[in-house]
């Protein structure tokens, strides 16, 4: 029986490890597959304190995140690539007008 | 004894390959070590006994997201991008911000188990573990049931995700 802080504390690095990809990366896409990491940490902790509480709530909120999840991806990439169409850069700090 | 070897080398699998996503130069890379970490977060729920989101997990994930991902990155050219830096000069925000997030939990994790009765975390109960049997039957009642709601809306949002990444994409609206 693996001690439910087991469960936090790898969560808290795949967290930490995607908080620095956010915040370092230039490429835009890397970024948003930083954001599927933090969200993949927080489900993490929802199962873990749901085997712990013996309640099922939990993992109906991971299956909810999980939808918000794939959303944010389709439009983020779709955001993506109407960018590239008009301005040929996937780098973070390029991406600095907002109409041309 | 099984399962505590399951754990961890799911755990260290999906540090790694999360380390890995951040750090490669090549897109392509990365994704494939995310795809990586998602199915080693997939072996995690399912040592958790929660199967259905196991199954959720690699065909939502890894069949749905991250084949749109791996599209991208052929649609986009990243040939210019791969030559020039990876990183940008925030590294120093970045570690501060890492280290008091890490911090805080750290301090919140010692400070409660100080407070709480022994094995106590977060002052909550060590509750028996029970095993949430039958998983997705379960999950299925409690989801029509109690999340009747929060399910509509969900399946608005992808509705609106859904035509919003079609208007994104599309060349002439």
């Given at each position: 029986m693996i001690p439910t802080s087991h469960y936090l504390f790898l969560s808290l690095a795949l967290f930490t490890i995607g908080v620095i990809g956010v915040l370092t990366r230039r490429n835009v896409i890397i970024i948003l597959m930083s954001i599927e990491l933090?969200?993949?940490?927080?489900?993490?902790?929802?199962?873990?304190?749901s085997r712990m509480l013996g309640n099922v709530n939990g993992q109906i909120f991971a299956i909810f995140v999980i939808t918000d999840a794939a959303a944010e991806a389709a439009v983020g990439l779709g955001i993506i690539i109407a960018f590239f169409r008009n301005r040929p850069t996937v780098l973070a700090d390029e991406m600095d007008i907002l109409k041309w | 004894?099984?399962?505590?070897?399951?754990?961890?080398?799911?755990?260290?699998l999906a540090v790694v390959s999360a380390f890995l996503v951040v750090t490669r130069r090549n897109a392509v890379h990365s994704a494939i070590f995310l795809i990586t970490a998602l199915l080693a977060t997939a072996g995690i729920?399912?040592?958790l006994h929660a199967e259905f989101l196991f199954i959720v997990q690699i065909i939502l994930y890894v069949g749905g997201i991250m084949v749109l991902f791996v599209f991208v990155i052929?649609?986009?050219?990243?040939?210019?991008?791969?030559?020039?830096?990876?990183?940008n000069r925030q590294t120093w925000v970045a570690s501060l911000t890492a280290l008091?997030?890490?911090?805080?939990f750290v301090a919140a994790f010692y400070l409660?188990?100080?407070?709480g009765s022994g094995r106590a975390l977060f002052g909550l109960p060590q509750a028996q573990a029970t095993r949430l049997d039958p998983n997705t039957e379960l999950i299925g009642l409690t989801l029509f049931k109690n999340y009747m709601l929060p399910f509509e809306i969900a399946s608005i949002l992808l509705l609106v995700a859904m035509i919003g990444a079609v208007v994104m994409a599309k060349r002439r609206v």
């Open positions: 933090i969200l993949n940490a927080v489900n993490i902790n929802l199962v873990a304190f | 004894m099984f399962d505590k070897a399951l754990f961890y080398f799911f755990a260290s729920f399912l040592q052929m649609l986009v050219n990243l040939d210019v991008a791969a030559h020039q830096p990876q990183f008091i997030v890490s911090g805080q409660s188990r100080k407070a």
